[in-house]
């Protein structure tokens, strides 16, 4: 046997014994695995008939928002031009430090802000069973020179950091993310935000050091609640949040 045989034989058996792999070097930039595919079988029939109720469709555009104090993960599907409220998932846990920004690695703190998820950042083989990096630290966190890394949505009821949603609620929301990713979605928006920012909220937490960092966090949630719930387009400038239409 030549070389260029034993070595195709080679890459086979490694992309054969590696099915994610394969699946992602096929689509080229959208990862897989049989567990991925095994769980969005699963959870598609009963998300299908949950956005035909709301007159939206699987496989729509997505937008996702945090919300710490409540504990809720909402998503949002695109109709039309604008994005409108599918349904909110309890988080199960996102750390025991509470309110704030992370500020470093091994902080015990879950990020606050405006992060962009990719395809290349759906993890179909994670060991809490799915899940997506948040891209933490954004351009934001590395002006502010925040340290971390890995920062996830994910399956499970633990966390350190991340936000764990439990495996049930997280093949729904990974199967949703999937299917939006796959339908040309070139990434999805994730707002974190430490509470619903109402101003009766804001006037509680006035006197909180993190109170300057949340107005400008306002400032993003006040846009796509007042602009006809469309997500804004966030840079960065001068170490703040900027606010545009996208």
């Known amino acids: 046997m030549n070389r260029k045989s034993t070595c195709s034989i080679v890459l086979f058996l490694v992309l054969l014994a590696i099915p994610s792999l394969c699946v992602a070097l096929a689509n080229n930039t959208i990862p897989?695995?049989?567990?991925?595919?095994k769980a969005?079988?699963?959870?598609?029939?009963?998300?299908?008939?949950?956005?035909?109720?709301?007159?939206?469709?699987?496989?729509?555009?997505?937008?996702?928002r945090i919300f710490k104090h409540e504990k809720e993960l909402e998503v949002w599907v695109k109709n039309d031009d604008t994005f409108q409220f599918f349904k909110s998932y309890p988080i199960c846990t996102y750390g025991i430090r509470g309110l704030?920004?992370?500020?470093?690695?091994?902080?015990?703190?879950?990020?606050?802000?405006?992060?962009?998820?990719?395809?290349?950042?759906?993890?179909?083989v994670s060991k809490f069973h799915l899940s997506f990096n948040l891209g933490y630290p954004?351009?934001?966190?590395?002006?502010?020179?925040?340290?971390?890394?890995?920062?996830?949505?994910?399956?499970?009821?633990?966390?350190?950091?991340?936000?764990?949603?439990?495996?049930?609620?997280?093949?729904?929301?990974?199967?949703?993310?999937?299917?939006?990713?796959?339908?040309?979605?070139?990434f999805f928006r994730v707002h974190i935000f430490p509470f619903k920012m109402t101003g009766a909220n804001m006037r509680k937490h006035e006197k909180s050091k993190w109170y300057p960092?949340?107005?400008?966090?306002?400032?993003?949630?006040?846009?796509?609640?007042?602009?006809?719930?469309?997500?804004?387009?966030?840079?960065?400038?001068?170490k703040r949040y900027n606010f545009k239409k996208s």
């Open 32 to 37: 897989t695995s049989r567990r991925a595919q």
């Open 40 to 64: 969005i079988a699963k959870v598609e029939p009963f998300l299908r008939n949950e956005l035909i109720k709301k007159d939206l469709e699987y496989g729509a555009f997505i937008f996702i």
């Open 100 to 124: 704030g920004p992370k500020l470093n690695q091994g902080d015990w703190r879950a990020p606050e802000g405006f992060y962009y998820v990719s395809p290349s950042s759906l993890n179909p």
């Open 138 to 186: 954004n351009q934001y966190d590395q002006a502010r020179r925040r340290t971390g890394s890995a920062i996830m949505v994910h399956g499970g009821c633990v966390s350190i950091g991340c936000y764990a949603m439990t495996d049930k609620r997280i093949e729904e929301i990974y199967a949703l993310a999937d299917a939006a990713l796959r339908n040309g979605q070139p």
């Open 213 to 238: 960092f949340w107005l400008n966090l306002k400032e993003g949630y006040d846009y796509f609640e007042n602009n006809g719930h469309i997500p804004p387009d966030v840079s960065v400038k001068n």
